[in-house]
């Protein structure tokens, strides 16, 4: 079991910026890929950005690329995303998700990935 606690969310203006953390435990994190997603009020979950279980590879999905990074410190057991230029169409909950992987590509489905955090409220403002 990898238990997964976001925090970090809230409310910022258009063009600020956030960082979000996760932390995990239970397991040896750096076994497991991390991915953050993202779920607005009426749309389903959409895939942001994930990372590999050593931070070698990142991925994201088009609309976050140059203004959001994803990292981890596998010693903390935390991957952050650090969200700058933030829009209000990024206003939405934030859920990190982990799994293993033979080979992390970036998976874009939620149901890839095995274990979930609770979400973190994140609302931009125009």
């Known amino acids: 079991q990898v238990q997964l606690v976001e925090s970090g969310g809230g409310l910022v203006q258009a063009g600020g910026s956030l960082r979000l953390s996760c932390a995990a435990s239970?397991?040896?994190?750096?076994?497991?890929?991390m991915g953050w997603f993202r779920q607005a009020p009426g749309k389903e979950r959409e895939f942001v950005a994930g990372?590999?279980?050593?931070?070698?590879?990142?991925y994201y999905v088009e609309l976050v690329k140059g203004r959001f990074t994803i990292s981890r410190d596998n010693a903390q057991n935390t991957v952050y995303l650090q969200m700058n230029s933030l829009k209000p169409e990024d206003t939405a909950v934030y859920y990190c998700?982990?799994?293993?992987?033979?080979?992390?590509?970036?998976?874009?489905?939620?149901?890839?990935?095995?274990?979930w955090g609770q979400g973190t409220q994140v609302t931009v403002s125009s």
């Open positions: 239970g397991r040896t994190f750096s076994n497991y890929a």
């Open positions: 990372i590999s279980g050593n931070g070698g590879r990142t």
């Open positions: 998700a982990a799994n293993r992987f033979s080979y992390y590509r970036g998976e874009y489905d939620p149901k890839l990935y095995n274990y």
